[in-house]
């Protein structure tokens, strides 16, 4: 990372390495696999971590049932091991809630408060998820656009046009799953056995 800034790659003009943003280099390193890029990656992995461990230790203050940080960091580690090997599963959706019910008397945790736990963590993925996926889109294009060196009123138009396409694109999904729900029952009722 400490030779790509130095190197004669770095473009001070345009504010980052080969024309990218020094933040978006520093995370994707065009690629290429360093130690200084990996080294980055952990960090903001470990990062997230204990922010998770606090977002558990803080949920279970909450709900009156206290635990160490020693057993936070145990059960945020569980949660992420449960969501990791449900990779296949969208959202873990029951996975987590299983998982915790499963694992969570590892750490002297009941299942009532795991669930309750489970459940919170849900309602912050909600939470929090909503708003990003209905403003992301066009935060996304907007920041991108602006980035490019594009005007204010050039990102607006690709910012509002990539929500635009985000709505258009989820009806039409919502409408394709509608008629094969509706396709498999008019061939469930036609084929159905008499009896």
């Known amino acids: 990372m400490y030779n790509a800034i130095s190197s004669e ?57 206290p635990v160490s940080w020693v057993n936070a960091l145990l059960l945020e580690s569980l949660g992420q091991a449960i969501r990791g090997a449900a990779f296949a599963v969208p959202g873990a959706l029951g996975v987590q809630e299983g998982g915790y019910l499963l694992l969570a008397p590892l750490a002297g945790l009941p299942p009532d408060m795991a669930l309750a736990l489970s459940l919170a963590k849900r309602a912050r993925e909600i939470i929090l998820g909503l708003p990003g996926l209905l403003l992301g889109p066009f935060v996304g294009a907007l ?6 060196g594009n005007s204010v009123l050039r990102s607006t138009h690709v910012g509002v ?35």
């Open 143 to 148: 920041l991108g656009e602006l980035a490019a």
């Open 9 to 65: 790659a770095f473009n001070s003009r345009s504010g980052g390495i080969e024309g990218r943003p020094i933040w978006l280099y520093i995370c994707s390193n065009n690629g290429e696999s360093s130690v200084s890029a990996t080294s980055a990656r952990a960090l903001i992995n470990l990062i997230g971590w204990l922010a998770g461990t606090g977002e558990v230790f803080l949920i279970l203050e909450l709900l009156n049932h």
């Open 161 to 195: 046009s990539a929500w635009i396409g985000l709505i258009f694109g989820t009806i039409v999904k919502l409408v394709a799953s509608l008629m094969m729900v509706a396709l498999f029952g008019a061939g469930w009722w036609w084929n159905r056995s008499p009896s």
